[in-house]
Each structure stands twice: as structure tokens, then as C-alpha cells.
């Protein structure tokens, strides 16, 4: 998919154009796609923190919201809901009303996860080879059923969850049915359960109500649904009754970046899949997949790629996107930057979080009110947590100064965004810098920033998020000059007098992306790494992990795990392999990416001084654009 260009002062018509699907009037073409949000009470009902995140998203202006995923059968569902039995009718229809409120329509997803998998790839349910004919039936059942309670329960229709390795997908795929009845076998036999689901549903729901099915246009693994079949499959289930095809791909956990993409992948990489099924049947097609920007979004349903536009990920991030795009304010929509935090902490069960937007997950806890007694604040530090807590107080109506010892503002997210494929990180730092500048806070560049400065000053209250120290590890030689931070190094964009022949000590993020970022340079590049796998500290995707490993194999990055550096020589490492045998490995230059060290030192003394002091973000040994952004919002609230 191409990068929208252009057209940035111009009203989004195909964007906002209204639409059919069957009997249902959207206000506009974007649309929500469910997204399994942990919010609900154990056992899958509704509670008041799911109403505040979807009328949330409903009053920013989205046309149509796909609610859940909601489990067609009853049970333990982990925070997700649940649409199992008639006693779920009265909450979920409590949600719905909160949606249409807003002139959002609403459709809830129908979900039954089969073989599912968790995490770390183990199978938690059996597959669909041992599901009996009785078994089938009830599935089918347990579906149009769901449906029923949807349709009482106020929803506009229905969508079927049909893609992603769950256990519709696991029928139509030949990589996981190995049937040899009915229900397996060729194309058409794999596709007879969707099918009869789809065709209980409308005799249990009337001709005229509308019906969604979310279909891989690709499982993009080997021996998985491909797009050929995809397209069969689309015609097959247009004859079935279905109103609307919802094109996805990836299959979990082999090929689940497709499914749900991080930030190294291309904006709009499912788009071609949905333009072949769109190019296959007559239905209405919704095109979905790394769409964080509005324009992008424009330009596909233009081009005829789609019907409509799925924008999940972007939602989190900014609920009032679509209202921002509507009144073409492009450049204050808080974008998605695909870091995967929110999707990390959906498989390992825990609450919905967004890195950029503190309040996902907790909308109704998070209103920015004016405070009774505005104060002079001085913020110490212009990365993430320094730009959020001056755009927060800065709402709340205090005088804010913002403090730089640089000569630009973003600190180390600019440098977070130097590496191959972190360019949008940058879009982060563009957006907190124009709030800032709408709401009055003063900037000072290139600022001293000690304690003597600040106390001179004579702030009511005093922010610091000045980051922290890299760390240095004790390694003889250590102090040579051929010795460089990772921060140092991407802050020259990998320039500089660094020889060919560089070794990079650690191998987390910061180091693989270092390692990426000068082996693209055509560098000789060395990873050594302490732990037996890269990037096994911290909270790092699994998505993620997996494609920077194949891109520094496919640059041809030597990875040394269960390593350590013994020795820093004039023109050697000597490095401890696992064995316990000493290696001489020749380079010209040393890069350390052994992480940070917290550094409370500008606080600490502040705070003896008799100052009121808050110390956010790294400087406090909390790594990371969420911490960075959760602190900021915390104490923009708090003072």
C-alpha cells in the first residue's frame, strides 16, 4: 500500500461519505473492529468500564462499532465478553444504547476461539479434527443463537469471527482440518461450517439483518489458506447470505503479524487482500490492517480498494480521530505507532493499555479538569514524560515552562525514531509539541538545567524527566575511546568515526535496533548478548522480537548469546562464550546498549533545597514511551 500524499487541507469525502450495508445506515465509512479488550467482569458481562471505552469511541465520531470479541458459549472468558446466554442480553444492551447514543452504530462479533493458543504457542483447546458431527451442530447453534440475543439486545447486526486461526478459521484452513467428512476435505467441505452458520443466522435473524464475516484473505503460512481460496470462500459466503466481508490474514501464534502488525510493517499491508476479495463478489468489502492515519484511509476507499475502513489500533490511541479528520485538524490526531504494547498486554490477560493515551481502559478516571489553584510550573526534560505533563497541566490551566538542554525538543523518543522502521515514533513528538505550543507553554531551548537555575527560577512546582544514565559495564578497557554509548551513536544516525568492524554489547531493543540501524549502513556488525536470547528482558512483543531477529540475520549480523566481554583491547574484544573458552574478536569500535541507569540526582537535591519536586519517567529507571506517557498524564492530574 502506498503512503498517503497530499490533500491534507481537504475535506475526506470518501471518508465521510454515509453508507449502506443491507438495511443499515452508516454516518461515515470508518469503522472499529473488535479488538478481544480484556474490560468486561471475569465471567464476560458488562460493566461500566466497557460502556465508558465504547461511548468513548462512539462520541469521536466513528461510523461503526464492532463490539467484543463476544464468546458465543458460556463460561470463563478472561475479561472478554460474553454473548452465551439470555442473562448477557440486558448489559449488552445497556452498551449498545451507549454507542447509539452517539450516532455510532453498533454490531457485535461472535466469537468461538477452537484451538486456541496462548502466548507461547501452546494449544489450550483441542483442534477441529476431534469435534463430532452433535458437536458441529451445537457450535452452529451456539452461533445463531448469539445472534438472537444480539438482535434483542438492540445491536445492528452481527460479525462472525471467521479469520486469525480460531475455530471457524481452523475449519477453512487445509493446514488444521484433516476431515474426512462433510466438514473436511476440499474447499467446499472446509467451508460448510462457516456456511451453515452464516445461513442459521439469517433464517434466525430475517433477511434483512445485517451480517458481518471477518475472513483471512491469507493465513501467509505455508500449507494455510491462501488468497485464492480466500476469494472462493468470499463467493461462497456472499451466496450464504452474508452482507459485508471484513478481509484480514495471519494465522496464531505462526503468523500472527499479520493479524495484528507492528510498526516495522507497511501502513495499509492488508489493503491488497481486501481490494482482491472486493474485485471477487458484489458485497461490500472493509479493508483493515496498520491504518493510523485518516488521509490513507481516504485514499483507499477513493481508489476503490474497499467499501470501508477498519481503524482499531488508531482508536485506542486517539478516540476523537475521526471528528479531528472530519474537521481537517489532521495534525492534532494522537496517532498509533504500532509499538505493540496494548496487544502484548492482551495475551498476557492483563487491562487494555495504550503507550500514547493514558486514559484507554480507564475513561471515566481520566477527565483533565481545571485545577481550583493554577501554579507556576517548570518541567526538566522534553522527552515523551516531559511533553505530556506540560500538555496536561498545560489543560489544566497552569502557567507551564518547559526546560531543554538541547536544542530540540523529544529527547530520547527522537532517538527511539532513528532506527530502521521507528520513523512514526517521531509523529509522537510532532503531535506533543503542537499542544504544547496551542496551549501557551513556554520553551526554552539549549537551558542550563541545574539546581541553582531552577531555584532562581521560583517555580510553584518543579517536574523533572531529564531520563536517566546508560549503562556502563565493568569491563576492563571499558574506557577507551573507541568506546560509545548506543545513544550517542543513533544520535549520529550511525555516523562518525566508527571503523567498519563494530561490536554492539547487549542485545535488547536498544541494541538490536542499534545493530540494525549500522549494519543498514553496511557495517560489520557483532551482537553480544549476556542472556541466551536477544531481546529476552522487558516487555518486548513477540512480533516484534521475531521480524528484528530475521532482519539482522538477513543483514548479516553475528549474534553471540550466552556471551560476555571479558576485555576491551586497542583493536580486540575478549569475549566469554558459554563454553567458558576466551575468543579475540577484532573490531574498530565499541557501542553499548547496556541499558539506563535511574538518576534522581537533579531531584534529590531540589527537594533538599525545600522545592516541591516530581520525578517522572526515565530519570526514575522506568524505561519506555509508555512509562514516559503514563507518568506525564499522572502528574499533569495530579498538580
Sequence with gaps: MTEATGGRDMFLEQLFTPF?????RLRNRLVMPAMGIRLSEENGSVNDRVIDYYAARAKGGVGLIVVGCCVVREGRTGGVLSIGSDDRILGLADLAESIHEWGAAAIAQLFDAGMAVDATGQVVARGVDAFSTEEIEQTIDSFAAAAVRARAAGYDGVEIHGAHGYLISQFLSPLTNHRKDEYGGDLNRRAALPLAIVRRIRDKTGSGYPISFRLNGSDYIEGGLTLTEARVVAQLLEKAGTSVLHVSAGKRPESFEWGVQPMAMARGCLVPLAQAIKESVRLPVIAVGRINDPVLANQVLAEKKADLVAMGRALLADPEMPRKAFEQRFADIRKCIACMVCHQRNWAGRRPRCAVNAAVGREAKSEINRAETP????????????????????LRGHRVTLWEKSNQLGGQARLAARPPHKEEVTELVGYLTLQIQKLGVKVKLEQEIDAKTVIRARPDAVVIATGGRPGVPRVKGIERAKVHTAQAVVEADGGGNLGNRIVVIGGGLVGCETAELLAAKGKNVTLVEETPQLMEKGEIHPFVRKLLIERLAGLGVTVYTGSSVREVRADVIILAQPSGS??????????????SQADTSLADELRRAGLEVYAIGECTGRDGIMAAIHDGFRIGRLL
Design 20 to 24: 449502506q450495508v443491507g438495511t443499515l
Design 375 to 394: 501554579k507556576t510550573i517548570l518541567i526538566a526534560g522534553s522527552g515523551p514524560a516531559g511533553l505530556e505533563a506540560a500538555r496536561v497541566l498545560a
Design 582 to 595: 576466551l575468543t579475540e574478536l577484532p573490531c574498530d569500535s565499541v557501542v553499548l546498549a547496556t541499558g
